[in-house]
């Protein structure tokens, strides 16, 4: 079995806990998930399976949330599973007032993750660091938010925004909230978060754990084909004479018919390749199929002799 799932996870559950249920379901040992969710989170986790795990990797990062943000609290984790470490009136905010600041967490901005997250630091966990009483300077890093929407307004002591936010790989809504809350000077927390989009896949065509179960159990359950979370790359299409070669594990140098690449404007730049295929640049990554539509795999543009090349990158069939 290899493709990919797209699951809808529950609250409570970690991203591994949801690996390691569906490892049990499917009776399969391969599985990854694509873009960690906190435990509170629910919504869209990339899961994919058997061979599948190798295209991770190249999946774009773009990702989508629904969020609620609490105004009037701060809290340890910056979310409501952690301690309230300071709170203050939230009811002299006005929508009208809120809007303009959120300006500044748009685009490409710099955030520190919070200290209840993933991110190694001297080689730990922050989140091994902060059960453990432990401090640490948490460095910065920088985020691209593409667009955040207002969806509803509840004003009071403890106010409440509900916002749509588009943002790239690595973006903790978490500490968009947080901030939000010191530009107010009320403090700031994560209520709630859904994620609608990631990685190609949306909210309205997942599966709970409970329904990929009664899948199963009924036969039914089919994984959603490799080549479905690739389609922001361009697609290459080779004779059959280079498939058999290219597979192989061959580099092949690109015939005339193949220089033109569904999904690039203007056929292959021979100013940024190079010879170096241990540089993934998503910029010279292709996937490659045979004349007859069947995916291969993952090939890099690469200058092979002086020409125009395919190295393989990772074969699937």
């Known amino acids: 079995m290899q493709g990919f799932l797209n699951l ?31 435990p509170m989170a629910t919504g869209v ?35 409501l599973e952690g301690d309230i470490v300071a709170t203050a009136s939230a009811s002299g905010l006005t929508l009208e007032t809120i809007v303009p600041f ?21 080689g730990k966990r922050l989140y091994e660091l902060a059960r453990a009483g432990k401090t640490a300077e948490i460095p910065r890093r920088q985020v691209e938010v593409y667009q955040i929407e207002v969806l509803e307004w509840r004003p009071g002591e403890l106010a409440e925004l509900d916002v749509a936010i588009a943002c790239g790989a690595g973006t903790y809504i978490r500490s968009i909230a947080r901030d939000l809350g010191e530009v107010l000077n009320t403090g700031g927390t994560l209520a709630s978060l859904i994620r609608t989009q990631s990685s190609g896949f949306t909210l309205e065509n997942s599966l709970s754990l409970e329904e990929l179960a009664a899948q199963v159990q009924a036969e039914t359950f089919t994984p959603i084909p490799p080549e479905a ?22 580099r092949i140098k690109v015939e005339g018919r193949e220089q033109q690449i569904e999904g690039d404007d203007n056929g292959i730049d021979k100013q940024n390749i190079n010879q170096d295929t241990s540089t993934d640049s998503v910029a010279n990554i292709r996937r490659v199929y045979h004349e007859d539509g069947t995916f291969l795999g993952i090939t890099q543009v690469i200058e092979l002799e002086g020409e125009i090349g395919f190295a393989p990158k990772m074969v699937l069939v």
Not at 51 to 57: D, E, G, M, Y
């Open 8 to 38: 809808n996870k529950s609250a409570g559950f970690t991203s591994h806990d949801c690996v390691a249920k569906v490892r049990r379901l499917l009776r399969l040992k391969r599985v990854g998930h694509g873009g960690t969710l906190d």
């Open 45 to 79: 986790l990339p899961i994919a399976l058997g061979r599948a795990t190798r295209l991770l990797q190249y999946m774009t990062s773009e990702k989508a949330y629904r969020a609620t943000i609490r105004l009037g609290v701060k809290t340890t984790t910056d979310d």
């Open 102 to 122: 959120l300006h500044q967490f748009q685009g490409k901005i710099e955030q520190i993750p919070p200290m209840y997250s993933a991110v190694q630091v001297q």
């Open 229 to 250: 979370a690739l389609e922001h790359l361009a697609k290459v299409t080779l004779s059959p004479d280079n498939a058999r070669r290219w597979c192989q594990g061959q």
